[in-house]
Structures are given as structure tokens and as C-alpha cells.
């Protein structure tokens, strides 16, 4: 079993920045890759950024020079840096994590609120 607390939400001004942390515990090694998926108000969840156990990372292209998505495996805990932040990134950010690269996501956090006034 793999755990997954997020935190760092909160409400930010259009073009600032947050830092997103989502702290695992459990079977860390049994991690293939993490995400941070995000879901607003009457749209589906959709996929934000990935980073491997080897650390390759792959972002939405709504995100993509805008986001960082890094991981400290010292303090089991992987980030998503959010720079120049609009309005549209108001969402429910999710951290999650898969055993392996062929699975979906089967363990997932609470969820944080990130709301971006303009």
C-alpha cells in the first residue's frame, strides 16, 4: 500500500507562483512513476505532470514552461512547482502513484485546493 498527503494549496494572484508537495509513505520502492493530476469545477480530471522512478518528467502542454515537477526521494515527497499561474489552473490538484509504468494510477491523495484569482 502506498499513501499519499498533498499540501501547498491556497489562493494565489494570476502570474504568481505555489509550490504544490505531496509527502508518500508506505511501498516507496515499488513506485514506478507519480503524477500530479488536477480537477475543476464541471470538467473531468486531466493529467498535469508525471516523473518516473528514474526521473524523466512529461507535462500537460496547457503547463509545459510554466510547471516543474521534481521529486526527493531522500524525503519521499515529489513537487510541483506552478509559476505564472492563470486562471484556468484553478483546480483540485491531486498527487498519485502506480506500481508500474503499464497501470493506471491506483493510489491517490486528498486532493488540495489551488485557486487563482485574476
Known amino acids: 500500500q502506498v499513501q499519499l498527503v498533498e499540501s501547498g494549496g491556497g489562493l494565489v494572484q494570476a502570474g504568481g507562483s505555489l509550490r504544490l508537495s505531496c509527502i508518500a509513505s508506505?511501498?516507496?520502492?515499488?513506485?514506478?512513476?507519480m503524477a500530479w493530476y488536477r480537477q475543476a469545477p464541471g470538467k473531468q480530471r486531466e493529467l498535469v505532470a508525471v516523473?518516473?522512478?528514474?526521473?524523466?518528467?512529461n507535462y500537460a502542454d496547457s503547463v509545459k514552461g510554466r510547471f516543474t515537477i521534481s521529486r526527493d526521494n531522500a524525503k519521499s515527497t515529489v513537487y510541483l512547482q506552478m509559476s505564472s499561474l492563470k486562471a484556468e489552473d484553478t483546480a483540485v490538484y491531486y498527487c498519485?502513484?502506480?506500481?508500474?509504468?503499464?497501470?493506471?494510477?491506483?493510489?491517490w491523495g486528498q486532493g488540495t485546493q489551488v485557486t487563482v484569482s485574476s
Open positions: 498519485a502513484a502506480r506500481r508500474t509504468m503499464a497501470t493506471m494510477y491506483a493510489y
Open positions: 508506505g511501498s516507496i520502492p515499488s513506485i514506478a512513476s
Open positions: 516523473i518516473t522512478s528514474s526521473g524523466i518528467t
